[in-house]
């Protein structure tokens, strides 16, 4: 297996994943939407809420406000406090304003200075003349797959396209060029070379624009071209490491049962090993 880098500017990340096959990176794109934990608002008390908005309304705009996750914070089910409330397995983030103003992202004020939103610009409420709001949130470690509000980001991949040119039919005409809508192909002298060969997106315009039948679009099953996009929880280069933890503890743990079911070192489990 090889990962390659293709671009990375802290938020977004693009490579190449070669050498393995389509349920691994499957599982890669699942672990990652579904079980990378993030921090997000899980319970909000109100206190006073003068505003237009309903309380459910305003505590379902505070849960899908993306909230920076450092390392270190236990999920709620690995806690042993009892009201899931302690500085071990949540952060309090705190608000009181009154109007008139638009209240934003960046007036909730946080018990961890690490767990803050990812942006202090989005909006939550407008407060009208004297109307007051003040509220107690809650943030907690979940996981995509419980609510979409802990999905550290999105992800997806798709297969590294080929193009194969058959020097013997090619006579460089350069039809192909003119029909390529991504502008992959050029001539260089009497040959047909390809750039960027990632951003195909196999529309195969070449294939039918080519006289001689000398171009073949396929793809590589081996090798796979991921995207991954941040909500700004963490970089996404972590993001694909914690998957990868989570898919290695998950294996550990299968194995680690199917020693139990065949007795430990027993000779069925021995026989099975083999
Ligand atoms: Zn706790």
Known sequence: ???????????????VLSGTTPAFANAVRRAVMLEVPTMAVDEVDFIVNDSIMNDEILAHRLALIPLRTPDGYLLPEECTCEDKRCPKCSVT?????????????????????EVVPVSDSIPIVRLGEGQRLELVAIARLGRGKDHAKWQPGVISYKYM?????????????????EACPRSLLKLSGEHLVV???????????????????AIEVGYDPT??????????????????EKAAEILEGKSKEFVGKLRNLYGGGSQVWSKAQR
């Open 93 to 113: 983030l705190t608000l009181k304003k009154r109007g008139p103003a638009l209240i934003v992202s960046g007036d909730l004020e946080s018990s961890d200075e």
């Open 1 to 15: 297996m090889e990962v390659q880098v293709l671009a990375h500017d802290g938020k977004n990340l693009k490579f």
């Open 161 to 177: 396209p080929t193009i194969d040119v058959d020097e013997k039919l090619c006579n460089a005409c350069g039809k192909c060029v």
């Open 195 to 213: 750039e960027d060969l990632e951003r195909c997106n196999m529309c195969k315009n070449c294939v039918e624009a080519c006289p001689k039948g």
């Open 223 to 240: 090798k796979f071209i991921f995207r991954v996009e941040s909500s700004g929880a963490m970089p996404p280069e972590k993001i694909i």
